[in-house]
DNA sequence: CGCAACATGTAAGCGGTTACATGATTAC
DNA sequence: GTAATCATGTAACCGCTTACATGTTGCG
């Protein structure tokens, strides 16, 4: 499932504009799936070409023209045929892990400060999620809401993870090997 | 942080072959860093040419010869440069997440494939990690040990997760909404 | 005065995946 | 016999990222 596939289920909600779905993936899709205007305004041309999509310019004084877009019938089609695949992929690319394997070649500052910034970061998540909760999430579909709380659960899971194991990472010198030992 | 910079990575635990390196990325990494022979390969090959590691040729009878790569003095201070970076990545590309976001268009059927193969490739995995714990994790560096239970605890939560929720993603019907209402 | 938001796009490049190519040995 | 393991590579392709290009309105 590329970006063209999630831009047509996203389009499912109603019509929307490139500047539109942008929002969409920075927010409730930030977590899992992202994407930039580098392949959003592409993914909705080739939609357009192919018959997906149907594109509406809307005139607006004194900003650019809005190209409104539309999901088809055949669209509609495409996207429930892709929805068949019964193991779509999970797939996790972590440098903060990578880094963490190498720990041992880190002086102990180093570590912390990564381990404080992914902390920062899974803060920032969970922040953003309680704000979906208490303005626009009632009338989300029910598929939207269990991919909020997976998301919640994860980010709290691996802040937890964080906290209570960071200590593992520092050898008994507590300087990093780069002091050396012999 | 890319292929080469975990082959060199790797290659501090002392020499290997790119066959060997793959099986580290398919086993120990496989959660969350990805790699095939196709980026190893061209890596190892990059990271030779710029005096990052030396090639030994290990010949051998009825099998083709063994290429054992070593990390040079050039190659650690450029891992250890790259190990600087403060904020390492963490990212999720979910097609599970996307589809599970559309689940209002699919049968209940559908939707019940995808979560049992999730689950089962969660327990997989788990499974995977119990075995290193069993076998060769006794002389693995603390950083490996935290990128170990890392995964083990972010698989436990994600199956937990699914298991305790999936029944959010039916509705009242139970068919989907493939079935029209009006 | 500068920055953010609004709005759309292109082009180069990068990094990784997939398929292809070869070939012996060992285990079932 | 047939599949898996050992062992290395190339080439085409794909999809996404990044940087660039343009221009107005409104806020502080």
């Known amino acids: 499932m590329d ?20 929002k ?4 409730s899709f930030s977590h899992f799936f992202a994407a930039g205007y580098g392949s959003i305004y592409p993914a909705l041309n080739a939609l357009a070409r192919d018959g ?3 594109c509406r310019h809307v005139p607006q004084e004194g900003k650019p023209d809005r ?3 539309t999901i088809t019938a055949a669209g509609r089609d495409h996207l429930l045929a892709a929805l068949e695949n019964p193991c779509p992929s999970h797939k996790v690319r972590s440098e903060f892990l990578a ?3 190498f720990a041992h070649l880190m002086s102990r500052e180093q570590i912390e400060t990564v381990l404080d910034n992914r902390v920062k970061e899974m803060t920032d ?3 953003l999620f309680r ?3 208490t303005t626009s999430m009632d009338d989300w579909p029910p598929g939207a809401r269990f991919v909020l709380g997976f998301g919640q659960t994860m980010m709290k899971t691996m802040r937890e993870y964080v906290e209570e194991n960071r200590d ?15």
Not at 9 to 17: H, I, K, N, R, V
Not at 172 to 177: A, M, P
């Open 52 to 54: 997906m999509v149907e």
């Open 24 to 27: 969409e993936f920075e927010s």
């Open 99 to 101: 880094t963490m394997c």
């Open 131 to 133: 704000e979906f909760e």
């Open 168 to 182: 593992k990472l520092f050898d008994k010198t507590g300087t990093g090997n780069k002091t050396a030992i012999g």
């Open 125 to 127: 998540y969970l922040q």
């Open 3 to 22: 970006v063209k596939t999630v831009c047509l289920g996203m389009l499912t909600d109603g019509e929307a504009s490139g500047y539109d779905l942008k």
């Open 67 to 69: 190209k409104v877009y």
